[in-house]
């Protein structure tokens, strides 16, 4: 769809910024920081899932509705987990 | 006249354009897929109903005479498995939606014609996946797969049947694509979206569900592959997981799956109430965004199948009030509908009966939903047949009374024939009190404490199964006549014209049955979807009129 060429240069620094947090994701868990593990662990994956979509999927030069169909499918695993969560955080409540 | 004619001088048509087994099984045309599609689900259909005919069978009598406890199991099993996955998820859609979407647009067919075609495949492979599961000896889960039974405690085909699901999701998320793609950019000059029939803005809604919600299962059910065969820890306590979880990744999609279900089944019927009482609907705009927002409300409810499952009583909360708002959206439908009929000039036609039946039916199963929804009646009244009997009023007494009306409205443009109109109306008739007499007592039975899924019951319940399976016989032969004089008909019908019906719309503009490519000259729209004359405004009827001739050749020989 969209004509523009992504240099090969952007592709092999994406990839290299892949590996680098690969390995961060693997030093990271070898530290204790308690209630933050998950999160931490959670957000070097979000970051490099995106990472993958914007660049290798072409999603950062493509037309608003491709952007709003992933916001949305975004927004849908939202859903998803929060209301799934509204379960776990809440059973201790009682 | 050649190209509309083929050697035997008759019009040429999807159906006579080219014969032979290689013309139906490598078409790319969505008309012939969407018959392709109509064998293999009636088939499926069968089987599944042959399932039921074994559990009602058992259920006459208290005592366990018939099968044994665990072949019971089985029998509820690859009913709900056949009937959920196999014929009502592609029922309307994969058929109806199929054949109509590009005629009621106006364009020649679908986006992707050959994903149209692989998505056929896919289904059948997944079927015949699951057939060989059923011949292997079955699944005794539950269609719900529900875990520990279908990991730690199984001893049934789970992996091959999930695999089974698993593969006939891709065929509806294929169907889902082509749905979206083609009314985003296929629709004919001047058809806005505001002018498009309510079917393809239930179809819209519909897609949009399939493709959010079926990968949750698939890779719901991969992990339930993972952990029977790699032991990796997701639900099995032993292994660090949690059973409960499962059933909130499976009612995810399982819960929407209801509305893709229902929804192409409402859609039918807004055609249907404007076609037979000759008037625009009331409220195209609300019902076309109820439609949108039964789609999105229908994700945040799933937890309402999970109030006794030691889900949290704060989100069980939450899930029944998320879940009394669907019935907003569902009643602004069914009031919409009703309000069509007044001061409508209303014709019993057999479709008709099918959608009279419809507003009916689907009220009692969405009334019924709303008291499960509320947690304290739920409680009383969970895993209980009132749950049967109310789900059973929403997809047989909804989803397959607006399927069976939408066959017999579009079955004079599908095949060209028409069917006998005594038979149709007769056996519309016999399935509406069959299914009553079927379902109806289940609702006493639940509320007085009949657990589902036990083969055998106590004495004082027996006259209400009786009924029952009594009823179960009635609706199985209701559902076997239409199958004898719909193929009756392909042969020795009456020859329909274009618009048997005098409907408005653009499938009814083309010749019955449709050239290959649909419309021999491009359409192009300038009225509003159902412009019948009585209460046009602005003479959009006639527009339709005046267009109304044009765009056709010749209509036989």
Redesign the interface.
């Given at each position: 769809m969209s004509e523009h060429i992504t240099p090969i240069r952007t592709y092999l620094l994406i990839f290299f910024a892949l590996m680098i947090l690969t390995v961060v994701t693997v030093a990271v868990a070898m530290v204790d920081l308690g209630a933050l593990n998950d999160v931490v662990a959670m957000g070097i994956a979000i970051f490099k899932a995106s990472l993958v979509v914007l660049f290798f999927m072409h999603v950062k030069k493509s037309r608003l509705m491709t952007k709003i169909t992933v916001v949305a499918?975004a927004f849908?695993l939202l859903?998803?987990f929060g209301?799934?969560l509204?379960?776990?955080?809440?059973?201790g409540?009682? | 006249m050649s190209e509309l004619a083929n050697n035997f001088g008759r019009r040429l048509h999807y159906l006579n354009a080219d014969y032979g087994v290689k013309s139906w099984l490598l078409t790319r045309d969505h008309k012939r897929i969407a018959l392709l599609y109509l064998a293999s689900i009636s088939l499926f259909f069968a089987l599944g109903g042959l399932m039921a005919v074994g559990i009602r069978l058992e259920l006459a009598t208290p005592g366990a005479d018939l099968v044994q406890p665990d072949t019971y199991n089985r029998l509820f099993t690859m009913h709900g498995v056949l009937m959920i996955f196999l014929f009502l998820i592609p029922s309307i859609p994969a058929t109806l939606g199929n054949f109509l979407i590009p005629l009621m647009i106006g364009a020649k067919d679908l986006a992707f014609p050959k994903v149209n075609l692989a998505s056929w495949y896919v289904y059948n492979i997944a079927g015949l996946f699951t057939l060989w599961a059923v011949a292997q000896g079955g699944v005794d889960t539950g269609w719900t797969f529900y875990t520990p039974y279908s990991t730690t405690y199984s001893n049934s085909y789970v992996v091959a049947t999930a695999l089974g699901v698993f593969t006939v999701g891709f065929s509806s998320i294929m169907t889902a694509v082509n749905f979206i793609v083609t009314i985003h950019r296929m629709r004919a000059p001047g058809l806005t979206w505001f002018r498009l029939p309510l079917f393809v803005w239930a179809h819209y809604a519909t897609s949009l569900v399939i493709i959010?919600g079926t990968p949750?299962v698939a890779v719901t059910i991969l992990m339930v592959a993972a952990e029977r065969i790699l032991r990796i820890g997701i639900f099995d306590p032993a292994l660090g997981g949690d059973p409960?979880?499962f059933q909130?990744?499976f009612w995810?999609y399982s819960h929407p799956a209801v509305y893709i279900m229902i929804l192409p089944s409402m859609g039918v019927i807004s055609e249907l109430i404007t076609a037979f009482t000759r008037k625009r609907i009331f409220g195209y705009k609300f019902i076309a965004f109820a439609s949108v927002s039964i789609a999105v409300l229908g994700?945040?409810v799933?937890?309402h199948h999970?109030f006794l499952s030691?889900?949290?009583?704060?989100?069980g909360a939450?899930?029944s009030v998320l879940s009394m708002l669907v019935a907003v959206p569902s009643a602004i439908k069914v009031f919409n509908w009703t309000a069509t009929l007044y001061k409508g000039s209303v014709s019993w036609d057999t479709p008709m009966l099918y959608a009279l039946g419809f507003i009916g039916l689907f009220t009692i199963g969405g009334l019924t939903g709303v008291m499960l929804a509320t947690l304290g009646i739920d409680i009383h009244v969970h895993d209980t047949y009132f749950v049967v009997a109310h789900f059973h009023y929403v997809m047989v007494g909804g989803a397959i009374m607006g399927y069976l009306g939408g066959l017999h409205f579009w079955w004079p443009k599908i095949t060209g024939r028409l069917y006998p109109v005594f038979w149709s109306k007769f056996s519309a008739i016999v399935i509406f009190v069959g299914f009553n007499l079927t379902f109806f007592p289940q609702f006493l039975l639940g509320y007085l404490g009949m657990p589902r899924r036990y083969h055998v019951y106590p004495a004082d319940f027996q006259v209400l199964n009786v009924m029952s399976s009594a009823g179960a016989t009635i609706l199985g032969v209701g559902y076997l006549i239409p199958l004898f004089y719909f193929f009756w008909s392909m042969r020795y019908g009456e020859r329909a014209d274009r618009n048997p019906w005098g409907a408005i719309g653009l499938e009814w503009m083309t010749g019955s049955p449709p050239p290959t490519h649909n419309f021999h000259e491009p359409p192009t729209v300038d009225w509003d979807a159902y412009a019948y004359l009585p209460d046009t405004p602005g003479g959009t009827g006639e527009a339709w009129d005046a267009a109304k001739p044009t765009s056709e050749a010749p209509e036989h020989g």
């Open positions: 499918s849908w859903i998803l209301l799934t509204s379960d776990y955080v809440t059973r409540f009682l | 959010l949750v409960v979880l909130h990744l995810f994700f945040l799933w937890g999970m030691s889900q949290s009583v704060y989100a939450v899930f």
